[in-house]
């Protein structure tokens, strides 16, 4: 299984100097790793693929399925996964300014 770059790339280059295959390609300013070159750092000093031990992004680098249906899941979990994690924000958000405005009601009321 090659590695992908996503659109979560911010062309830092990067990825470029730490591939040991050089199989990290630039083509009108986007880059794409060629998976004929990609051997997933299997066989060299480095015990995990370098493209993505190297990317500042989180998603920038990220392994490439075959499978067009895992790979779907895959996105659609990550997805579901942001979605949910805002929960929580929203939910504080919505308990802090209700606090405040109703410790406000409760002011005017008796002033």
Known sequence: ??????????????????CPTDAIKV??????????LCTNCV???YSV????????TYDGCIPQSSDYWESWFTTYNRLVGKLTKKQGYWERWFDTYSEKFSSLKLTTVHN
């Not at 083509?27 to 004929?36: A, E, L």
């Open 1 to 18: 299984m090659a590695y992908k770059i996503t659109s979560q790339c911010i062309s830092c280059n990067r990825c470029l100097s730490v």
């Open 43 to 45: 066989g060299s000093a």
């Open 49 to 56: 693929p370098q493209c993505a031990a190297g990317c500042p």
């Open 27 to 36: 083509t009108d300013g986007k880059h794409w790793i060629d998976p004929t």
